[in-house]
């Protein structure tokens, strides 16, 4: 490994954009693989085994591809194998990211919270330990089974009404949203419009906060100036969803 290769990021879709964002905020001299596999999306929804394979072809062509470290930008990737693929490839940096539900029993403990997330992640063994070690005793889960889906598809009209049918009785009753899933940032806006003016909670900044600290104990930042490029890959080879993932990623920068 050394200083001058990529980071290779990957998610299920564009929602790991998110967490791109606030990687090249704090390490804009590094360059970047952005792997959107959507073609195999929804993963919220696959089993563990489906899950690994699919992530460990993923890894796979990073470490092709010399990444000097792998960033899983998927919760629920995270919390299901990222374990397994650390174990597999003992050599290699992977840095996963998980719901920021610690955040919530740091900064805001005493709020009523509601915590949004794939099945798969509500449902897994990692996110259940956290909750465990962090609950708050007034925390709601929500799987939100096919919201990925309709973020990744961009139809706001659909996204609204997912939203009224299923967050609207949490309204005046939820203080802080912790957004377990990568694509769910993308729509805190929306959110924002039913349950009021809420505190969100999401895991892109500690994980960001983190991979620099273990590039730097590994001597492998990037100290070229202007660097920050992005090469962009999606599995289903979508011309739209390459446009809007570089508008998602820069406009907002
Ligand atoms: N963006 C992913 C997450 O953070 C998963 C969405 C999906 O594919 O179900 O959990």
């Known amino acids: ?13 564009i929602g790991g954009v998110t967490v791109l964002k606030e990687i090249l905020r704090i390490l804009p ?25 699919i992530c460990d ?14 960033v899983i930008a998927c919760n629920t990737a995270s919390a299901k194998v990222a374990k397994l693929l650390r174990n597999k490839y003992p050599k290699e940096i992977i840095i996963a990211i998980e719901p920021a539900y610690k955040m919530v029993h740091d900064f805001a403990y005493e709020k009523t919270t509601l915590v949004m997330a794939t099945k798969g992640t509500i449902e897994s063994e990692k996110f259940n330990e956290l909750y465990k070690r962090y609950n708050n005793k007034k ?11 309709i973020i990744e598809e961009g139809n706001n009209e659909k996204i609204q009404k997912y939203l009224k049918e ?18 769910y940032p993308l729509i805190q806006e929306q959110i924002k419009e039913i349950l009021g003016d809420v505190n969100f909670f999401n895991g892109a900044n500690s994980l960001a906060k983190h991979l620099k600290e273990v ?15 992005v090469e962009f890959i999606d599995s289903s080879k979508s011309r739209l969803k390459k446009e809007r993932f570089y508008t998602i990623c820069y406009n907002s920068l």
Do not use: W
């Open 1 to 13: 490994m050394n200083k001058n290769e990529r980071i290779g990021i990957f998610d299920s879709g």
């Open 29 to 53: 001299n590094e360059n970047y693989i952005y792997y959107s596999d959507s073609k195999n999306n929804p993963y919220g929804d696959k089993s563990n085994e489906e899950i690994f394979k």
């Open 57 to 70: 072809e993923i890894v796979k062509k990073f470490i092709e591809q010399k990444c000097k470290a792998i």
């Open 139 to 149: 925390t709601f889960l929500l799987p939100c089974v096919g919201l990925a889906d």
């Open 166 to 183: 299923n967050i609207n009785k949490y309204t005046g009753i939820v203080e802080n949203v912790v957004l377990g899933c990568t694509h």
């Open 215 to 229: 590039l730097k104990e590994k001597n492998l930042i990037n100290e070229r100036k202007s660097e920050g490029k």
